[in-house]
Nanobody, 124 residues
Framework: QVQLVESGGASVQDGGSLRLACVLS????????MGWFRQAPGKEREFVAA???????YYADSVKGRFDISRDNAKNTVYLQMNSLKPEDTAVYYC??????????????????WGQGTQVTVSS
């Protein structure tokens, strides 16, 4: 059974930085596309960033240039480095794993497993 555990969420000031980490267990890391999504109160879950097995990276326009996704296959871990954080980045951030050949990287429906979420709060 695949399990995902996120860490790194915290409260920071406007303009601050955080690094989220997500560890995958129960399966080899190869073969999974890994994504980060976020959900703010009263809003739908939205795509933030993703990385594929070929190390391609994808970003939402709202975070492009500020966030960086990376994966360490040796550690079964995907990271999300978040810089220049804004109050509108406040949300619960979820890590997700999906079969690389199934669907796109942008939609929650195309991911098979989800972490429990980690809260990121950015105050002005």
């Amino acid at each position: 059974q695949v399990q995902l555990v996120e860490s790194g969420g915290a409260s920071v000031q406007d303009g601050g930085s955080l690094r989220l980490a997500c560890v995958l267990s129960g399966h080899t890391f190869d073969g999974w596309k890994m994504g980060w999504f976020r959900q703010a109160p009263g809003k739908e879950r939205e795509f933030v960033a993703a990385t594929t097995t070929a190390s391609g990276t994808y970003y939402a326009d709202s975070v492009k240039g500020r966030f960086d996704i990376s994966r360490d296959n040796a550690k079964n871990t995907v990271y999300l480095q978040m810089n220049s954080l804004k109050p509108e980045d406040t949300a619960v951030y979820y890590c997700a794993a999906g079969l690389w050949y199934k669907g796109s990287v942008y939609y929650p429906r195309d991911y098979n497993y989800w972490g429990q979420g980690t809260q990121v709060t950015v105050s002005s």
